[in-house]
């Protein structure tokens, strides 16, 4: 038996055991079977309010800035809140839906799944440029809709410059160093006879120790820019060049032939707002409606960058949403506690 007399000062397993089922029910509350089935309406209604009414998605990368500032750690990255009602409910984790009563408008910023089945980020945020049927070209920094040019509404005309190009920009090219010095290995495909190659592994061998236990990834743009201070500026070049050989190839919205600029029925052509950094419908093609999680319509964090997309804080369910919820729950939680102390006071007397 591992348990010892309470003489010899050890805790005993069973002790452990019910210190934990004690810590337990303070969160979850009695072990009865009407517990049990509350608990299971409870997580039903959050899964069932997540998957098909709102929701909230932290911006995972720069592809939307300035609209939205990519980062995730909480006080930095934007956190949006996205209305799944919208289009039809879907089934939670699937991207198929059970039925279909809205479409998206040109201009919105919607929630979506990755057509790319390994995509490095598998839930994406863009802007609908190209609607289901139509013709989309791009050309001279505008988007051109069946040979007209569309003009973006009046906040984004001086935002929205779409390009046929694609580069990395200083924040990514740091970026991509300090990963590269990370692992401090040659790259096959660089031609390792080369001066400028060797001005790379030479600054990467250098940087290793400094980063080699690093989340290069959670870095914020100040932080790599310091790191990479005194990095020869060669390397960088090396690396942009390096992308440019590898980078996607953008056809769709910018070659000619109609399967790059015809739009299927019931599919959408997604841009991010900072064109030249983003990885786009350009590169992957057009998103099928099932595909949509919903459309983006606040800010809600951080607090300092709230936006209000649709309007909607200014409609009475809006409002509703907004301070009527909060306010509900903390009455609710405010009666609990007038209850028990009711309780307390009938147990004495």
Known sequence: MADKHPSDGAIR???IARLLAAGIQTITGPWTWRNLFSWIAII???LF???CVVDQYTIPTGSMEPTLRGDPRFFRGDRVLVNKWLYGPRIPFTT????KWGTPDRWDIVVFRAVEPDAAHPILIKRIVGLPGEHVHIR?????????VVTPPAPLDDILHYTNEFVLS???QQRQFLLLAQENRSLPRLNPENEDVNTLYVEMKRMHPVVQNMNIAALPPAELASLCADVHPVAFQVIQGLFTYLRPQMTYGVND???YTNIPEDHYFMLGDNSAHSLDGRMYGWVPHNHLYGR??????PWTRRQDFTGFSYTWWGKSLLYGIPILILLIEGLLVFRDILRKKQKVC
């Open 13 to 15: 397993p069973s002790s």
């Open 44 to 46: 039903t209604l959050v």
């Open 49 to 51: 309010i997540k998957g």
């Open 96 to 99: 198929r839906r059970l039925w």
């Open 140 to 148: 001279d920094g505008q988007i051109l809709i069946n040979g007209d």
């Open 170 to 172: 200083a924040v990514e």
């Open 257 to 259: 032939e109609p399967q």
């Open 296 to 301: 983006a319509f606040a800010v809600w964090w």
